[in-house]
Every structure is written in structure tokens, then in C-alpha cells.
T-cell receptor, first 114, second 112 residues
């Protein structure tokens, strides 16, 4: 079983709809991240969380919100989806116990907003 | 945040060594050099990281210039499975953000 899972893997939705992307991990890591990737570009950080009570904005948080329901679960919501939020979304976790932030990524969610 | 510069693309033949360069002329003393790669239709995966000394692991080697302004990821024998986008990233140990700043990376093509 994969250590970092994302659901759904693919989603097509319409402008204005509320969408939630979910991420679960079995690695026992405290830190979790949400990134988006657009064609031809690298990954950009949306939000990150160091524990259940610690949520931080990344580079491009406008239009997104997150919820850290448990150590193992980190959800990303698009309150009112718009076409330029069409992208590939990745969740990641990291274990900071050794002072390193080696990140482990999920398989991604491909979101299309029509 | 210090930036990195990588070639957009490189080609290699299967079973030959590949040297992927990265320039980071504004690197600070507390920046570690990390490499990740992203295989087609997958999330990025960690490859290797280092500070000053060259590093080896089962996936690759990392050669770091003495002035630390550049580094090279070395794949000793490229396979078709190594075709991916390779990202060179600077990150601080014990970072209070933990965030990784991904550039556009180098797309590596491996020819059979």
C-alpha cells in the first residue's frame, strides 16, 4: 500500500463548485504539504501544516483553504472553483525528526475546472 | 531564497553515465543542496542531498563544487526508467518552513 494517498485521482468540475481533495498518509509524519503543478512549470506550494494545530499559507494560497483533521489527514478545498485552478495537485509529507525535510509525495490529483 | 539554474533538457544513451548540472551562485552557508526527480505521471521523489562533501547513495551521486556555487547529479548508468524531470533545490536544515522551492528542472531523455 502507498504511504501517501490522494483522492480522487481525477476530477472534472464546473466553475463555482466547491471541491475537496483529500490526502492521507501512513508514514506517521507530522508535516504535510499541498502543491500544485501547471504544465511546463515546477511545483508551487499552496499550504503546509506542521501539526494538527499549525496551518500556514504557501506561495499561492488565494482561492484555497485546508483542514488538518488528524495527523494523517490533510484536505485541500477550493471554495469556488475557477478554470485557472485546473492543475495537478500533489500532497506531500515529511519527517522532521532528524532535522531534514525530505518530502514524500502522493500520486497526485488531476483537477479540471470547466 | 537562493535560486538554482538548470538546463531545460538533456539527452543520454542507456547504460551511459549522466551528469546533470545545477548552478546556485547565491547559495548561503546554511543551504543544503537537494535533488528530486519526477517520473512521468508520478509525484516527485527524493534522490539525494548534500552540504559540502560529495555524497553517494543507491540512486545517484552528488558532486558539489568546492565553492558550493554549483553541483552535479551523477547517474552512473542511465536506464530508461531514469527518464524524468530532475529538480535541484536549495533548502535549509531545520527549516522553520520546510518548504521546497521547485524550479522548472531538467527533463532527461534516455535513448535505448
Amino acid at each position: 500500500d502507498a504511504d501517501v494517498t490522494q483522492t480522487p485521482r481525477n476530477r472534472i468540475t464546473k466553475t463555482g463548485k466547491r471541491i475537496m481533495l483529500e490526502c492521507s498518509q501512513t508514514k506517521g509524519h507530522d508535516r504535510m504539504y499541498w502543491y500544485r503543478q501547471d504544465p511546463g512549470l515546477g511545483l508551487r506550494l499552496i499550504y503546509y501544516s506542521f501539526d494538527v494545530k499549525d496551518i500556514n499559507k504557501g506561495e499561492i494560497s488565494d482561492g484555497y483553504s485546508v483542514s488538518r483533521q488528524a495527523q494523517a489527514k490533510f484536505s485541500l478545498s477550493l471554495e469556488s472553483a475557477i478554470p485557472n485552478q485546473t492543475a495537478l495537485y500533489f500532497c506531500a509529507t515529511s519527517d522532521f525528526s532528524q532535522g531534514w525535510d525530505t518530502q514524500y509525495f502522493g500520486p497526485g490529483t488531476r483537477l479540471t475546472v470547466l | 531564497d537562493a535560486k538554482t539554474t538548470q538546463p531545460n533538457s538533456m539527452e543520454s544513451n542507456e547504460e551511459e553515465p549522466v551528469h546533470l548540472p545545477c548552478n546556485h551562485s547565491t547559495i548561503s552557508g546554511t543551504d543544503y543542496i537537494h535533488w528530486y526527480r519526477q517520473l512521468p505521471s508520478q509525484g516527485p521523489e527524493y534522490v539525494i542531498h548534500g552540504l559540502t562533501s560529495n555524497v553517494n547513495n543507491r540512486m545517484a551521486s552528488l558532486a558539489i563544487a568546492e565553492d558550493r556555487k554549483s553541483s552535479t547529479l551523477i547517474l552512473h548508468r542511465a536506464t530508461l526508467r531514469d527518464a524524468a524531470v530532475y529538480y535541484c533545490i536549495l533548502a535549509k536544515r531545520s527549516s522553520n518552513t520546510g518548504k521546497l522551492i521547485f524550479g522548472q528542472g531538467t527533463t532527461l531523455q534516455v535513448k535505448p
